[in-house]
């Protein structure tokens, strides 16, 4: 009873923590439109491809397994024959080459530390960059005078795989975890909501969560920092 006062309590747009892809979507046309959907071989990447073409997208999927994507997209075509859905292969960098661009990183006097690597840690910075990267790309859209959204957002905290290497974390995370934590169709119900749902048109630069608009960390929010690390990304790729 407790959980659905506090997990179904609704935001300004209508919709809460525990809305799912399909509700937020609901009567929604995406015909006309493509997607590009990584990880979409499992979790909240496979319900966001599979929603995204229920509603009428030509959706790519970028995965890393084309047998879990391949047979994701069979499942979606069972359902609407008449889906557009596809697969592409990712090939992913070497470590390698990930730790060098770690040692640029630190270098350049981002917010990152090896020292202290821990692979949660190195998550979590992630995930900083990309809010700043959006905010920034949603900056320059429109310092250019180009007709184009950049958005960020935080899906929750879902029962995934993501801790499939950390043995005691996960044994607790599907257990316990299942009394708070969101299933892939709650957990996809933010990116399609910011896809799809015309609250969201026009609307660029921002952050959302459980279907609205929130405010991230000051640190996410910080204009400097977000054009250092783009900055930086530039001279990785010239």
Same mark, same amino acid.
Request: overall charge positive; aromatic content about 6%; glycine content about 8%.
């Given at each position: 009873?407790?959980?659905?006062?506090?997990?179904?309590?609704?935001?300004?747009?209508?919709?809460?923590?525990?809305?799912?892809?399909?509700?937020?979507?609901?009567?929604?046309?995406?015909?006309?439109?493509?997607?590009?959907?990584?990880?979409?071989?499992?979790?909240?990447?496979?319900?966001?491809?599979?929603?995204?073409?229920?509603?009428?997208?030509?959706?790519?999927?970028?995965?890393?397994?084309?047998?879990?994507?391949?047979?994701?997209?069979?499942?979606?075509?069972?359902?609407?024959?008449?889906?557009?859905?596809?697969?592409?292969?990712?090939?992913?960098?070497?470590?390698?080459?990930?730790?060098?661009?770690?040692?640029?990183?630190?270098?350049?006097?981002?917010?990152?530390?090896?020292?202290?690597?821990?692979?949660?840690?190195?998550?979590?910075?992630?995930?900083?960059?990309?809010?700043?990267?959006?905010?920034?790309?949603?900056?320059?859209?429109?310092?250019?005078?180009?007709?184009?959204?950049?958005?960020?957002?935080?899906?929750?905290?879902?029962?995934?795989?993501?801790?499939?290497?950390?043995?005691?974390?996960?044994?607790?995370?599907?257990?316990?975890?299942?009394?708070?934590?969101?299933?892939?169709?709650?957990?996809?119900?933010?990116?399609?909501?910011?896809?799809?749902?015309?609250?969201?048109?026009?609307?660029?630069?921002?952050?959302?969560?459980?279907?609205?608009?929130? $405010?991230?960390?000051?640190?996410?929010?910080?204009?400097?920092?977000?054009?250092?690390?783009?900055?930086?990304?530039? $001279?990785?790729?010239?």
């Amino acid at each position: 009873m407790l959980s659905s006062l506090v997990f179904g309590r609704k935001g300004p747009s209508g919709f809460s923590w525990s809305s799912t892809a399909e509700e937020v979507t609901a009567g929604i046309s995406a015909a006309g439109l493509t997607a590009i959907v990584t990880g979409a071989s499992s979790g909240i990447g496979a319900e966001t491809a599979r929603t995204l073409a229920l509603r009428g997208a030509h959706v790519v999927m970028a995965v890393r397994s084309l047998p879990a994507a391949q047979a994701l997209r069979d499942d979606v075509l069972a359902q609407v024959p008449e889906a557009k859905i596809d697969v592409m292969e990712l090939n992913l960098s070497s470590m390698a080459s990930v730790r060098a661009f770690a040692s640029e990183f630190i270098a350049k006097g981002l917010p990152l530390n090896i020292l202290m690597y821990s692979s949660i840690g190195a998550y979590g910075q992630s995930k900083l960059a990309n809010i700043l990267h959006a905010n920034e790309l949603a900056r320059r859209f429109k310092e250019e005078g180009v007709n184009i959204t950049a958005n960020s957002l935080h899906p929750g905290s879902i029962i995934t795989n993501l801790l499939r290497h950390h043995s005691i974390l996960d044994v607790i995370h599907r257990t316990l975890g299942k009394l708070v934590l969101k299933n892939a169709q709650q957990g996809a119900a933010t990116s399609c909501y910011v896809a799809l749902h015309p609250q969201v048109k026009g609307v660029s630069g921002k952050y959302f969560c459980d279907s609205n608009q929130y $405010e991230p960390s000051e640190k996410a929010k910080d204009i400097s920092l977000a054009k250092k690390l783009w900055d930086f990304s530039i $001279e990785l790729i010239t």
